[in-house]
């Protein structure tokens, strides 16, 4: 069996010796441990040397390719032809595929033959004589770069440098447009000043201007094809009684070329804005439908380059064009800013003022995921970036949908009703809430109140009486009670004569 081994150096094709070691894939590794281990199971039978860079890009990018190059074929047709039985082992499938098709050549390939190729490239030295390590490593740092370059193809419709450019000018557009229609305003305002306050839109304002110029023009003139007919009657009204002062033809022509200025410079950046919709759609078409084209732009135009913008995390591309609040605020110690640039893009300005914070998060988020899919990748559809915004509305609607229940309860459970039941009371007038005089505690008589403390005397003897009388037989014999001493007697006899009640002396009346 021979062996197919691509080198950054050049083709090498070897010839087992050994077959039946081959067998046991799980040990293969042990036979590779040295190279004069390694010498007993392959040999090398030709080696085909690269002559410069060019020629080792071109074999390697045919095989990334799963191409066959001119010069593995001249190799093959020489070396392997003449051991046409024999089986040739490779490391991809699919060159394997187009070596059989096109030299009816039998391949193989399996987990042997990547277990043998990996214990030939450990001990790719030792089997491959006459190439110092120095040169070998230096035509792989050399194909390396060479390869990395070809990965990376140059494609005009990926410049983003003009969209850098674009945007760039479109903002400077955008400030010269803003003075010059200040300036055209102010300056007829002094000839029309009512006609600032009837036209509002100020490219609708300034053709208007140029083609009717002085206001005593305006009755005579038909400006149907630029303004509305019942803003056209209020224009001709107000031309009538207007209070602007008088300004010469030449005062006029100066105003009518202002104006010229102004519409060239609206249709050219009309016309700019097209060309970077498209250049954005072609470079960057999921970040395109993440945030849209202006902020999309800015973005680039902030990092200086696609690729640059790719390499950003997440809370990087959250807080791009906020850095000087960012670094303000660490100075001082306070809130950092929740989003930058970002912060123009649709999805967070149809946000509430609560969750622009957490929306602006996870935007940035999926934007970062779709940036470096533009930059890095190969496809150029928008389904990617479909699939995130979809996701981040989503969250969007729970959110607001959140605070919705947190009024109205969880929304699980549902409303209670109780069953109404009619019970009859009857209330019974008090009358003593009607009387106004002051309520007075009722005073119990003395003789109530000592018939009281009598009772209380003779329970209390009672009970202490019978607690001494109380007797215990032991052993038969009843116990003798004990002599009250003299000062109990006589403390129950002072009892006694308490409790009678005393005797009032009776007043004979004569």
């Given amino acids: 069996m021979l062996v197919l081994f691509e080198t950054a ?81 490779v490391a991809d499938a699919k060159l394997g595929g187009v070596i059989k098709d096109k030299l009816n050549l039998s391949c193989i390939h399996s987990p042997m033959v990547t277990e043998l190729m990996r214990g030939i490239r450990s001990q790719i030295e030792g089997l491959i004589t006459g190439l110092p390590s120095r040169e070998m490593a230096a035509m792989c740092l050399g194909l390396a770069h060479s390869l990395s370059r070809y990965k990376l193809k140059f494609s005009p419709d990926k410049v983003d440098t003009m969209i850098i450019q674009a945007i760039s000018l479109l903002d400077d557009l955008d400030k010269e447009l803003n003075n010059y229609i200040m300036r055209c ?22 053709k208007c201007v140029r083609k009717v110029g002085d206001r005593s023009n305006f009755a005579a003139s038909d400006v149907s094809d630029i303004l509305p007919e019942e803003i056209e009657e209020d224009v001709k009204a107000a031309a009538e009684i207007s209070m602007g002062t008088e300004v010469s033809e030449e005062d006029i022509n100066n105003i009518i070329h202002l104006c010229d200025q102004v519409i060239e410079i609206s249709e050219y950046r009309t016309q700019l804005y097209d060309y ?60 950092t800013p929740k989003f930058g640039l970002i912060y123009h893009a649709s999805l967070v300005g149809q946000t509430n003022t609560k969750n622009k914070g957490k929306i602006s998060r996870m935007l940035a988020a999926k934007t970062a995921l779709t940036i470096r899919y533009d930059a890095l990748g190969e496809n150029t559809n928008a389904e990617m970036g479909a699939e995130n915004r979809l996701k981040v509305e989503t969250r969007l609607r729970l959110l607001e949908e959140r605070g919705i229940r947190r009024i109205s309860g969880t929304g699980k459970a549902l409303a209670r009703t109780d069953k109404y039941q009619n019970k009859s009371e009857v209330k019974i007038f008090d009358p003593s809430g009607d009387s106004t005089l002051p309520a007075v505690s009722k005073k119990r008589k003395i003789q109530e109140v000592e018939e009281q403390d009598t009772e209380v005397a003779v329970k209390a003897k009672k009970f202490k009486a019978e ?15 004990k002599k009250k001493k003299k000062d109990k007697q006589k403390q129950a006899e002072e009892e006694v004569l308490s409790e009678e009640p005393p005797t009032s002396p009776t007043v004979e009346v004569r």
């Fill in 9 to 89: 150096a050049g083709y090498a094709i070897f010839k087992v010796l050994n077959e039946k070691k081959l067998q046991e894939v799980d040990s293969l590794w042990k036979e590779f441990e040295t190279p004069e281990k390694a010498n007993k199971i392959v040999k090398l039978k030709h080696f085909e040397k690269f002559q410069d860079t060019t020629e080792a890009l071109a074999a390697s990018t045919a095989l990334v390719e799963g191409k066959l190059s001119k010069n593995l074929k001249k190799i093959l047709k020489k070396i392997v032809a003449k051991d046409a039985h024999e089986q040739l082992a």
């Fill in 467 to 481: 607690m001494k009388e109380e007797t215990t037989v032991e052993d038969g014999e009843p116990v003798k009670k």
């Fill in 185 to 206: 305003r102010e300056w007829y305002g002094w000839h029309f000043p009512e006609l600032g306050k009837i036209i509002t839109d100020n490219l609708t304002y300034c």
């Fill in 276 to 335: 970077l919709k498209n250049r954005m759609m072609a470079i960057a078409p999921n970040l395109t439908v993440m945030v849209g084209e202006l902020v999309g732009a800015r973005l680039i135009a902030h990092a200086g380059s696609l690729l640059n913008l790719a390499k950003h995390p997440a809370s990087t591309v959250q807080l791009l064009g906020a850095e000087k609040a960012l670094f303000r605020a660490l100075k001082t110690k306070r809130d």
